[in-house]
């Protein structure tokens, strides 16, 4: 399992946007095996948001699917590990519905999606994998014995069925890809979810100890987001402030009045408001408000003596 920033952010960004459908498991470890899956996700029969606000990513997120997603175009090996995650993972879900006298209908068998930022024709070829029509181009099946779909992203086309998708990609396309994020209308929940985890994804790149030449031009493409995040934060740190200060404004314009009750009620019962008087003010506002309004009830029986000595 690596740690690297930008697997960090995927696995974030999984989560985020794949809570609402279902269940999101991260490094997942599948039983028995010392294998570990990058997302594990069960979809839930309880929606709590509309699939189609998340296009191809949420037809994916019909099934129980792991998702396996590289920054760069993953090597055969790499894919063959995928491929070997799968395999293990079916044959425990297997054991478990042998056990409880279960089989699992094959649509409802778990699928393996690698989600690449690239992806050549020659490892396509490779593959054996081709396009289905029912499926936008960019998305590649091989033999469906194997349960697993590729997703090139620089291939796939610039459509807002494709967005949530082509922010994992890299260079111009992830470029757009932000850039249409950010025009999103501000109020819209998804476009500050991503917004805070690219400026999330700058931040860790910063604090790492090397930076390359593909992360500097990474963070050219997150600084947008970044300052989008920053000025956001800003905005909301104001707003909350002018809350804040109306709040305290109204409890001190409370105080004033209740200062003045208790000035007006000395005033009233010792016919002046001498500097001893004056002194015990600020006590009597301190009481707990059931026996501050104990107090005022008795007031017209209390004697000069007797509120001196109780608040000295």
């Known amino acids: 399992m690596t740690k690297n920033p930008f697997d960090q952010f995927s696995k974030q960004y999984f989560e985020e946007f794949l809570s609402p459908l279902g269940e999101v498991r991260t490094n997942y470890e599948i039983p028995g095996e010392p294998r570990f899956v990058d997302i594990w996700f069960t979809p839930s029969t309880h929606l709590t948001t509309s699939p189609q606000e998340l296009g191809i990513l949420a037809r994916i ?68 994998a081709s396009e289905d029509e029912t499926w936008l181009p960019g998305i590649y099946f091989p033999s469906k014995v194997f349960l697993t779909g ?7 086309p610039r459509t807002p069925e494709t967005l949530w998708l082509r922010i994992l990609g890299k260079g111009l396309i992830q470029q757009q890809a932000i850039a249409e994020v950010i025009a999103l209308p501000k109020q819209d929940i998804k476009r500050s979810t ?9 931040v860790s ?55 003045e009750i208790v ?13 001893q ?11 707990p408000a059931i026996e501050y309004a104990g107090l005022l009830l008795q007031f017209s029986s ?6 001196l000595a109780r608040f000295e």
């Open 61 to 128: 997120a019909a099934t129980p699917c792991l998702l396996e997603p590289f920054r760069k175009q993953p090597t055969e090996r790499e894919i063959r590990s995928c491929l070997g995650k799968l395999i293990h993972l079916e044959a425990d879900l297997h054991r478990q519905a042998n056990r409880d006298e279960e089989t699992i209908p094959w649509d409802e068998l778990p699928r393996l999606w690698i989600i690449a930022a690239a992806c050549s024709d020659k490892l396509l070829n490779k593959l054996i």
């Open 150 to 156: 590729i997703i090139a992203i620089d291939k796939l």
């Open 194 to 202: 991503v917004v805070k985890l690219l400026a999330t994804w700058k």
């Open 205 to 259: 790149i910063e604090v790492s100890s090397e930076i390359d030449a593909e992360e500097r031009e990474l963070m050219m493409n997150l600084s947008q987001a970044y300052l989008e995040w920053e000025q956001e934060t800003e905005l909301r740190g104001v707003e909350r402030g002018k809350e804040i200060g109306k709040e305290i404004g109204k409890e001190i314009g409370k105080e004033q009045e209740r200062r």
């Open 263 to 275: 000035e007006n009620l000395l005033l009233a019962r010792f016919g002046e408001l001498d500097s």
């Open 277 to 287: 008087l004056a002194a015990i003010v600020q006590p009597i506002l301190n009481l």
């Open 302 to 307: 209390l004697s000069r003596e007797d509120l």
